[in-house]
Every structure is written in C-alpha cells, then in structure tokens.
C-alpha cells in the first residue's frame, strides 16, 4: 500500500484511482493510467500477495509457447532459468500473452495482474516488436536468445556466426569445396548469423556460393533427413554437410545410415548443438555449441540480482559458442556419393577403352 500511495502523490491522484489504473479498470481515463504506470515503474512498484511482495518472474512466450523442432533448446533453458532463480529464492511462471492478455491492457497492467516482479522473454523473430515495447513500459525484464540495437532491451544471447564461419573453414581446411547448408525456413537472427558464418568463410577462402547448396528445411528429423536426400541427389553433391539445428543434424545422420553413406568417410558433417545431442550419435558429430542452459541460468541470476539491488549487474550480454571437432568430419572424398531418386548409389562412371 505504501507504494501505491508514493504512486498516488507523484501523480496528483487518489489511492483508489492509483489501484483501479494499476488493475486496468475500464473507467480510468488513458492518459492518466498511463501516468500511473510511468509512476509505478520509476518507485519500483511491485504487486503484493497480501503483506508480501511477490517473487515471481514470467517466463513470456509473446507467441506460441511450444516450438517442436528446437530440440532440447526449450528444456535446457528452462533447467538453467530454475537454477537461477534459487539464489535469491524467486520462483517461475509460465506466462503466454497470446492467450491471456487482454488487448486493452498494457504490458506492465498484464503482468502486475498476473502478480509478476519482472519478465524473461523468449522471443522469435515475429513478436521481436513486443520485447521493445515492454522495454520502452520499462517494466523489469529480460530476453533470452536474442540481441537488440535498441538500448532499453536488456538481453542474454549467444552470437553463433564466428564459430559457424570456423566451423565451415574446418571442412575447407580438409579439402572440402562442394559444402551444403541445411538451415531452418524460420529466419529468426541466431540462423541468419550461421547462414552469414557459412557464406563468410567460403568467400574468404575464394570459393562461390552455390545456390542449389543452400537448403531450407523445418528443423526437425525429417526436416534433416530430407536435406540428405536433396543435396545427394544433385548431380554435383557435396561432400560435407553444415546443419544449423541439433534435430535436423540428427535426422541427416540417420538418412545417411540409411542409404550407407559412411560418415565421414563418404560425406563430412558439422552440426549444431544447444546441449549434449552430439554425445548420443555415432559417431560423436562435430558441432557448433551453445549451452542453453547456461543461458537460462545467466539471464535468470542476473535479473533477480537486479531487483535485489546488487550494483553493476548487466543485463545485456552475449556469452560465446563453442567449436568442437568430432568424429563426424574428415578429408574430403575421392569422389563425392550421389544417390539417385531410389536411394540406390549412383554407379561410377566407366572409363573407356583405348
């Protein structure tokens, strides 16, 4: 109540027009509920669960909550985002604006109903535009997995595009010159960067993009099996293969077990991993890794520090990826595999008789 009434005096109103504003009633002119939100972030006003001050935080999905084809992303979040909130003992909350805001209510007057101190928001690229504007209500948040130009957006990401590039200058290095791309039809910012990675060091090293390389695939298993098929199925195939998702790294290992194309033997592939995925293939893929758990923990820890009042906490970070060489890569062929439309091998051609 004594926030409310800090609230109340700022903007020249009652208590009881502060409490219904905050609750978002119907009867509270625009400009002055604007006025009280402006208020109650700049006091630090938090919603109370009778005499105590709440210690929730939302884990917001502006979208869809569920994402299938991410893999272990969405668990390994979560599991970091759990073990970050014991320190300073807050708890976690589920929230989906799709399904429970109402479209009058600002961001602040949603999440003060819901009785939340502050936000994590996981976003993708469509409802980017919501973490701004939560952002610019300056309401306490967090968004995990992605980055913004804009300052009031606090973030916790990690940037895949200069390990991606390393992990493509791995293939070159072996002698690889013909190397697919299977990326995720979703352009979202982390598989425009491994994109950028990819077409980075094959101009570095002189070599021209080809198009027909370049797959977009659901980032799933079969999204990953198909992008085998596909790019062994062209003429010219290449021979080595970089995946932008764990799953579909996993589904292209499988298709090629399939049609006994030997890895690396046969076809080299890098793939990407948000967990510990490649440590249950054989064999053990080369990988780009990012630990999504930790990025959970981080942006978690670091939030509730932050209300706690601990000084000097940032809130915009990037923390780093990591390149590991397994035994999924190796020199290139003597000659690429191409499987016809059957799944039977392309023959050799025959050479000629003198």
């Given at each position: 109540?004594?926030?409310?009434?800090?609230?109340?005096?700022?903007?020249?109103?009652?208590?009881?027009?502060?409490?219904?504003?905050?609750?978002?009633?119907?009867?509270v002119?625009p400009?002055?509920?604007?006025?009280?939100?402006?208020?109650?972030?700049?006091v630090?006003?938090?919603?109370?669960?009778?005499?105590?001050?709440?210690?929730?935080?939302?884990?917001?999905?502006?979208?869809?909550?569920?994402?299938?084809?991410?893999?272990?992303?969405?668990s390994?979040l979560?599991?970091?985002?759990l073990?970050?909130?014991n320190?300073?003992?807050?708890?976690?909350?589920?929230?989906?604006?799709e399904?429970?805001?109402?479209?009058?209510?600002?961001?602040t007057?949603?999440?003060?109903r819901?009785?939340?101190?502050a936000?994590?928001?996981?976003?993708?690229e469509?409802?980017r535009?919501?973490?701004?504007?939560?952002?610019?209500?300056?309401?306490?948040?967090?968004?995990?997995?992605?980055?913004?130009?804009?300052?009031?957006?606090n973030y916790m990401?990690?940037?895949?595009k200069d390990?991606?590039?390393?992990?493509?200058?791995?293939?070159?290095?072996?002698?690889?010159?013909?190397?697919?791309?299977?990326?995720?039809?979703i352009?979202?910012?982390?598989?425009?960067?491994?994109?950028r990675?990819?077409?980075?060091?094959?101009?570095e090293?002189?070599?021209e993009?080809?198009?027909?390389?370049?797959?977009?695939?659901?980032?799933?298993?079969?999204?990953?099996?198909?992008?085998?098929?596909?790019?062994?199925?062209?003429?010219n195939p290449?021979?080595?293969?970089?995946?932008?998702?764990?799953?579909?790294?996993?589904g292209?290992?499988?298709r090629?077990?399939e049609?006994?194309?030997?890895?690396?033997?046969?076809?080299?592939?890098?793939?990407?991993?948000?967990?510990?995925?490649?440590?249950?293939t054989?064999?053990?893929?080369?990988?780009?890794?990012?630990?999504?758990?930790?990025?959970?923990?981080e942006?978690?820890?670091?939030?509730?520090?932050?209300?706690?009042?601990?000084?000097?906490?940032?809130?915009?970070?990037?923390?780093?990826?990591?390149?590991e060489?397994?035994?999924?890569?190796?020199p290139?062929?003597?000659?690429?595999?191409?499987?016809l439309?059957?799944?039977?091998?392309?023959?050799?051609?025959?050479k000629?008789?003198?």
């Amino acid at each position: 109540m004594s926030s409310v009434r800090a609230i109340a005096e700022r903007v020249g109103v009652s208590v009881s027009t502060v409490s219904r504003a905050l609750n978002n009633h119907p009867e509270v002119h625009p400009d002055t509920k604007a006025k009280v939100l402006e208020a109650a972030n700049k006091v630090g006003y938090s919603p109370t669960i009778g005499k105590r001050l709440t210690t929730v935080i939302g884990l917001v999905y502006p979208g869809a909550p569920v994402r299938p084809g991410y893999g272990d992303f969405e668990s390994s979040l979560l599991a970091g985002i759990l073990q970050g909130v014991n320190e300073q003992k807050f708890d976690v909350k589920l929230v989906s604006l799709e399904r429970d805001k109402d479209p009058k209510e600002t961001y602040t007057q949603f999440f003060m109903r819901k009785g939340l101190r502050a936000v994590i928001v996981r976003t993708f690229e469509e409802t980017r535009n919501v973490c701004e504007e939560i952002a610019a209500e300056a309401f306490p948040h967090i968004v995990v997995a992605d980055h913004f130009d804009t300052p009031s957006v606090n973030y916790m990401w990690s940037d895949s595009k200069d390990d991606s590039r390393r992990a493509v200058r791995h293939l070159i290095d072996l002698g690889h010159r013909r190397i697919g791309l299977a990326v995720h039809a979703i352009h979202d910012t982390d598989h425009r960067d491994r994109l950028r990675g990819y077409r980075e060091a094959l101009a570095e090293a002189g070599i021209e993009v080809d198009p027909e390389l370049i797959v977009e695939i659901i980032a799933h298993f079969e999204g990953g099996a198909t992008a085998i098929s596909r790019l062994l199925g062209l003429p010219n195939p290449p021979t080595a293969v970089f995946f932008t998702d764990p799953l579909a790294t996993v589904g292209g290992m499988q298709r090629c077990q399939e049609l006994s194309v030997r890895i690396p033997d046969d076809l080299s592939i890098v793939g990407f991993d948000d967990s510990d995925t490649r440590q249950h293939t054989f064999p053990t893929f080369t990988a780009v890794c990012q630990d999504a758990r930790r990025l959970g923990f981080e942006a978690t820890l670091r939030l509730t520090r932050s209300l706690c009042g601990y000084p000097g906490v940032k809130l915009r970070e990037t923390l780093p990826t990591m390149f590991e060489i397994n035994q999924s890569t190796g020199p290139v062929p003597s000659k690429p595999t191409r499987i016809l439309p059957s799944g039977a091998r392309a023959p050799e051609p025959t050479k000629k008789k003198r």
